[in-house]
């Protein structure tokens, strides 16, 4: 085992170790459908909602956390699983149980879908889709102790992980009564990309995310901070794509970094590379290479600011 390999400098430093995700926003076609579902099968609950226009913007989380924004879009088309956009959006939990309880009620929902689940050696995952076609990860992380590295690189595998026996050696039914307190949030965020060089120069690059694993074929694992990942783009139903058209699923990529320095330093990366962005102050949003709008932001938005959004 090695250790892991020391971080860029100035100017184009990398992101804070302190970069984390918040809510992903999905647009749906059918506003009380999904929130329904989300609802029942993530134990998530509604939070705050605000109409803009002809949108209800609807935001769901555990406690005060934000984990979701439902952006009802009626009359656009639906996901497309061949072009540039989300593949998963993964929320993390903090211990065995609570995944246990959470995979249940997903799998106990008949609108949603089951997919798979898989040891990653640095984390177990469960895979479901939503009813419009949105991928689910629901996973905890083994603590970074455990995560091994060969010639500095991060090792992580996709290896069987039976759903029943992990459910048989981690639910608890306390737990699975009052799921709904148990803290989550959003651990990371997998996309569709055209290409991954154009993705790893979008990501790496340009936002300051560090490759953790590009061993897996067609796919790119980046993070801030040592973290396995905080973003994953692959192509394996996506290569070629171009800028995606307007549809259904997802509406924004957000994610927090500590302070306005740290926004600062992204400010200029972006300039250097000739990237078009707008900064409010308190965030910097642009799009991908494939359209896909990304929000970086400083902590402390509350539900109010992820709605105005």
Do not use: C
């Not at 009813?131 to 010639?151: A, F, K, M, T």
């Not at 737990?175 to 569709?192: D, E, F, I, R």
């Not at 980046?222 to 994953?232: E, I, K, Q, R």
């Amino acid at each position: 085992m090695t250790t892991q390999p020391a971080p860029a400098s100035a100017p184009d430093r990398v992101l804070s170790a302190q970069t984390g995700m918040d809510a992903v926003t999905l647009r749906v076609g059918d506003l009380e459908l999904m929130t329904s579902y989300y609802a029942n099968a993530l134990a998530l609950e509604p939070l705050e909602e605000r109409t803009r226009a002809a949108e209800v913007h609807r935001v769901l989380g555990r406690g005060r956390t934000p984990m979701v924004r439902l952006i009802g879009t009626p009359g656009l088309p639906a996901v497309d699983p061949r072009q540039a956009g989300l593949f998963h959006t993964a929320f993390l939990f903090d211990d065995a149980a609570t995944l246990a309880a959470t995979v249940l009620r997903a799998a106990q929902d008949p609108r949603g879908q089951f997919t798979g689940s898989s040891d990653h050696l640095v984390s177990e995952a469960f895979y479901f889709t939503d009813p419009e076609g949105n991928g689910i990860e629901l996973y905890v992380d083994r603590e970074r102790s455990q995560w091994q590295y060969e010639h500095g690189a991060l090792q992580m595998a996709t290896l069987h992980l039976d759903p029943n026996a992990y459910l048989r050696n981690h639910l608890d039914e306390n737990v699975l009564a009052t799921v709904a307190q148990n803290a989550g949030k959003v651990g990371h965020v997998h996309l569709q990309v055209g290409d991954i060089p154009t993705a790893r120069a979008f990501y790496v690059d340009a936002l300051g995310f560090e490759t953790t694993v590009d061993t897996y074929p067609s796919a790119l694992f980046a993070s801030a901070g040592g973290y396995h990942h905080h973003v994953a783009m692959n192509t394996w139903n996506s290569a070629g794509a171009g800028p995606r058209a307007a549809s259904l699923g997802l509406g924004d990529v957000a994610i927090t970094v500590p302070a306005r320095d740290d926004l600062d330093a992204l400010a200029a990366r972006l300039t250097r590379r000739k990237l078009q962005f707008a900064d409010d102050g308190r965030s910097i949003s642009l799009d991908d290479p494939w359209g896909t709008r990304v929000t970086v932001a400083v902590p402390g938005a509350d539900v109010d600011e992820i709605l105005a959004r």
